[in-house]
């Protein structure tokens, strides 16, 4: 809306003097809305007399899991089946570490406490570029680094070409076929050094904050997996059959913690296609 206040309303009619952003209310109506969802899901359980229980969870045998509460104590939720739905974390780089202020995940840049004069994003995913778009709206220089030819690279050809032209009319500028090969956080901000990805003359390039959205990774670790035999690939993601049934009988896996794409809404149909598969398994013939 910030955007469009400073370059579309005036061809609507609506013309004012000037437009400023108000970052911590907007950070504020930010938490709010979450803080709404949060809230609306836990009165979901209630309604549905979902027990809800708090805590860090890994598996000690197919039909147990022990919890380490948040209030410190521990606690052992038993049930017939198991669905591990645990998402996904942010894909760490080499030399690179995340502290949420000068360098910061996904997370950290939906927190910022102040808008960057100069971002850049490491990884020319959609995860990154929706979060350079966001910042280069509210003002930020944006830089994205790339190593790959293209960006989203999972997106048909073309979509691509008109994706990065819409986001270059909003002046992102694209390092493609580059890789960060150092970070120093010695100065004030970020001092990136860059190399073509093919090798050669080494740049660097400085910035106030910066986004690694390099991918994410299964949250599988810790889990217990290995301790009751549960299957998993070569990057940690979780093997399951068109059931989503892993080799382990009454443990089942969906969401980001399979193969295929990690999306909110893909999640969500696994799990409404799981529960389909046992109504359909229980109902009385």
């Not at 007399?49 to 948040?70: A, F, H, M, R």
């Not at 001092?191 to 080494?202: N, R």
Request: hydrophobic letters at 40%.
């Amino acid at each position: 809306m910030f955007h469009e206040a400073q370059h579309s309303f005036a061809s609507h009619g609506v013309k004012f003097s000037s437009v400023e952003v108000d970052l911590p209310a907007m950070m504020a109506q930010k938490d709010k809305a979450v803080s709404t969802l949060t809230r609306g899901i836990e009165g979901l359980f209630k309604k549905n007399k979902v027990s809800y229980v708090k805590g860090y969870g890994k598996l000690i045998s197919p039909s147990e899991v022990s919890v380490d509460t948040i209030d410190g104590g521990n606690t052992v939720v038993k049930g017939k089946n198991i669905i591990i739905a645990t998402g996904s974390d942010v894909k760490s780089l080499p030399g690179i570490t995340i502290d949420e202020e000068k360098i910061v995940s996904s997370t950290g840049a939906l927190a910022l406490k102040k808008i960057p004069k100069k971002l850049v994003v490491i990884g020319a995913g959609y995860i990154g570029l929706e979060m350079g778009s966001v910042w280069r709206r509210l003002g930020s220089e944006v830089t994205v680094v790339e190593f790959a030819p293209d960006i989203v690279p999972s997106m048909d050809g073309e979509v691509r070409k008109q994706f990065q032209r819409m986001l270059e009319k909003q002046k992102m500028k694209f390092m493609l076929k580059t890789k960060v090969v150092g970070v120093d956080t010695s100065g004030d901000g970020v001092k990136l050094t860059l190399e073509p990805a093919s090798g050669g003359d080494q740049t660097t390039l400085e910035a106030d904050v910066v986004l690694v959205s390099a991918g994410r990774n299964p949250f599988t670790a810790g889990l217990g997996l290995d301790k009751i035999g549960v299957e998993i690939d070569k990057v940690g993601r979780i093997l399951v059959n068109e059931r989503f049934a892993t080799n382990v009988s009454g443990v089942y896996a969906i969401g980001d913690v399979i193969p295929g794409p990690m999306l909110a809404h893909k999640a969500e149909e696994d799990g409404s296609c799981l529960c389909g598969i046992h109504s359909r398994q229980t109902r009385p013939r």
